[in-house]
Every structure is written in structure tokens, then in C-alpha cells.
């Protein structure tokens, strides 16, 4: 089975400009999140989607936005983009089973703001 | 204060070492925990999920958990130049449809051969 894919792996942008990532979870899994990690440090909670549907956001400005498709994947924009959004964007797929929720990463989009 | 408190490192040890990785955490809400593995400019990889107070052994990886001292750790044995990453570790207060998880900062270690 293919694990959580992430597209692009890297990619480069403007200050002020507009970025859209973009995820697809593992097959079955409905639950998507997205997190920001800054180099050297954990990554930060930014929005969770659970069929369709908002389940949770993270200290982020209104700049952050995302969605999530019928087929469960999801994307997430970035509007204004400032030199400190330069960063690995991870997104996680998670299911439960047996009561617990495992969640699993891709390999991240690695945005750069210049 | 930060929620999730990990030591950074970064931490050398020698080959077939026992490595004990730790954090600690202020929010009592917490119920579920993990420990992540992230290899340079990779996502970061489920090693280990616990739930409330106890041990779970998988392979040459333990994880402790002590709620009442707000402790978990995550114990490698017989250490191997592969194990060398950061790892993780993670929480989180809910589990089915809401799952947000606070992580530590990661502590990067290195396995010396």
C-alpha cells in the first residue's frame, strides 16, 4: 500500500505570494492534519479534517487555510506568504483500530520563502 | 512554558549502547503517547504509541510512561548506526476524530561504529 503522499517535495516562492500543498492519505484513512516544522524544532499543529469537516486548528493566522476532497485528500493554501513560513509542511493520514488512532507522516513539502 | 519539554542533544553514543531518550509535560489532559523517528528532510516515522501510565516493548524499543510525573521515555538497546535520526516524541489528550499532537522539539542523536 502506498503511504501518505505529499506533492511537491520542494518548492520555492516569493514573499507575498500564494502556495497550495497538496495530500493524499492512505487508502481508508478519512482523518487528515497538517503540521509545520521549522528547521530544528518539532512540528506545530496547523488544522485537522475529519470527513470533510474542520476538526481542529492551531495558532496560526487567518493566512492559513485548507480543505479537505470527497476522496479524503486535502490541500492546504497559504496566502502572503513571509520569509518565516519557510518551512517543512508535513501531512498526516490516522485511523483507529482496537480504540487507538495511529497517525502516519509523508515526507513533507519543503517550502522556501525568499 | 512549552507543553512538551524534550532535551535536544545532540547525543553520541557508541554502537550497542542502551540509548534512553525522555520528555516531560505540563498538560494532565494528555492520554496518548508517541515516539517519532525523523531521518534528514523525511517525515517523521510512528515507532511507538502507548496510552495512559505503563511499558510497551517492541523489538530493542521501550516505552515508559508515568502520568503521575508527567515522564515518558523511549529506551533503545544494542544501539545500530541506523537507529542515528531525531526522534520525536508526541501527545495528544484526544483520540478518535480529534487528534491534534503536540510534539517535543526532537532530540537528535548520532550512533558512533
Known amino acids: 500500500d502506498a503511504g501518505v503522499t505529499q506533492s511537491p517535495t520542494h518548492l520555492i516562492k516569493t514573499r507575498g505570494q500564494q502556495v497550495t500543498l497538496r495530500c493524499s492519505p492512505i487508502?481508508?484513512?478519512?482523518?487528515v492534519s497538517w503540521y509545520q516544522q521549522v528547521l530544528g524544532q518539532g512540528p506545530q499543529f496547523i488544522f485537522q479534517?475529519?470527513?470533510?469537516?474542520?476538526?481542529g486548528r492551531g495558532n496560526f493566522p487567518d493566512r492559513f487555510s485548507a480543505r479537505q476532497f470527497p476522496n479524503y485528500s486535502s490541500e492546504l493554501n497559504v496566502n502572503a506568504l513571509l520569509l518565516g513560513d519557510s518551512a517543512l509542511y508535513l501531512c498526516a493520514s490516522s485511523f483507529t483500530t482496537g480504540g487507538n488512532t495511529e497517525a502516519f507522516f509523508g515526507q513533507g513539502t519543503r517550502l522556501t520563502v525568499v | 512554558q512549552k507543553e512538551v519539554e524534550q532535551d535536544p542533544g545532540p547525543l553520541s553514543v557508541p554502537e550497542g549502547a542502551i540509548v534512553s531518550l525522555n520528555c516531560t509535560y505540563s498538560?494532565?489532559?494528555?492520554?496518548?503517547f508517541m515516539w517519532y523517528r525523523q531521518y534528514s528532510r523525511k517525515g517523521p516515522e510512528l515507532l511507538m504509541y502507548?496510552?495512559?501510565?505503563g511499558n510497551k516493548e517492541d523489538g530493542r524499543f521501550t516505552a515508559q510512561v508515568d502520568k503521575s510525573s508527567k515522564y515518558i521515555s523511549l529506551f533503545i538497546r544494542d544501539s545500530q548506526p541506523s537507529d542515528s535520526a531525531t526522534y520525536l516524541c508526541a501527545m495528544s489528550e484526544y483520540n478518535f476524530g480529534n487528534e491534534k499532537l503536540t510534539f517535543g522539539t526532537g532530540t537528535r542523536l548520532t550512533i558512533i561504529p
Open positions: 502507548t496510552y495512559s501510565s
Open positions: 479534517y475529519y470527513e470533510k469537516e474542520e476538526r
Open positions: 498538560n494532565s489532559a494528555f492520554q496518548y
Open positions: 487508502s481508508g484513512h478519512k482523518s
